[in-house]
């Protein structure tokens, strides 16, 4: 059974240019959530979707952005990139809502350098 | 709101055990346990949900105190493959999984 797959793996871009991360769940996972971890600040919600929906966001700038398609896989974007949002950028996918009591499969992560 | 780990970090010998200690402000739905060892992703230990019972994986076992909103994570009979940093995330009325700042275990031969 394939895992969470995030492209790409690794990805560098200049300040003020945008980047789209994508991120393909487990099959039959419905559940998409994004994170994004960094050493100071550990690993924060950016947004959860569910059947195309997003059901939950959290406290980041309108700069962040995603999507999920019907097929459940999920894009994530970041417009006008600051040197702030270097990150490892987090993807997890569940079979249900969080709130129903499952626990998340991550994936490898999209390493976001801005220089 | 994050929850609050402690410790930040604990170094521990083959066959020792320790505790990883979580807690929240908030009245939690649930709490999770994940692992994640240095250039990997976190992986799902456990899940403890409220009104459930005390969780255990291998030598690894959770509790949940619902009136304290507290969790703990038991590592029993440390083993090498102990090592990595331990993350326990929080469900409550707003339906998101906030984690903490994570706990380092390094456990040595």
């Known amino acids: 059974k394939a895992g969470v797959t995030q492209t790409p793996r690794y990805l560098i871009k200049t300040r003020g240019q945008q980047v789209t991360l994508s991120c393909s769940p487990i099959?039959?996972?419905?559940?998409v959530s994004w994170y994004q971890q960094t050493p100071g600040q550990g690993l924060q919600f950016l947004f959860e979707?569910?059947?195309?929906?997003?059901?939950n966001k959290g406290n980041f700038p309108g700069r962040f952005s995603g999507r999920q398609f019907s097929n459940s896989r999920s894009e994530m974007n970041v417009s006008t990139l600051e040197l702030g949002d270097s990150a490892l950028y987090l993807c997890?996918?569940?079979?249900?809502?969080?709130?129903?009591?499952?626990?998340?499969?991550f994936g490898s992560g999209t390493r976001l350098t801005v220089v | 709101q994050q929850p609050v780990q402690s410790p930040q970090a604990v170094i521990l010998r083959e066959g020792e055990d320790a505790v990883i200690n979580c807690s929240s402000s908030?009245?939690?739905?649930?709490v999770h346990w994940y692992r994640q060892k240095h250039g990997e992703a976190p992986v799902f230990l456990m899940i403890?949900?409220?009104?459930?019972e005390q969780k255990g994986h291998d030598k690894i076992s959770a509790s949940f105190n619902e009136k304290k909103q507290q969790s703990s994570l038991y590592l029993t009979a440390s083993q090498l493959s102990y090592s990595g940093t331990y993350f326990c995330?929080?469900?409550?009325?707003?339906?998101?999984?906030?984690f903490g700042a994570g706990t380092t275990v390094t456990v040595r031969a």
């Open positions: 997890a996918s569940s079979l249900v809502n969080i709130d129903r009591g499952l626990g998340y499969t």
């Open positions: 099959s039959g996972h419905r559940s």
């Open positions: 979707y569910f059947s195309e929906t997003q059901r």
């Open positions: 908030k009245a939690l739905y649930s």
């Open positions: 403890l949900l409220k009104g459930g």
């Open positions: 995330g929080t469900v409550s009325s707003d339906y998101k999984l906030s």
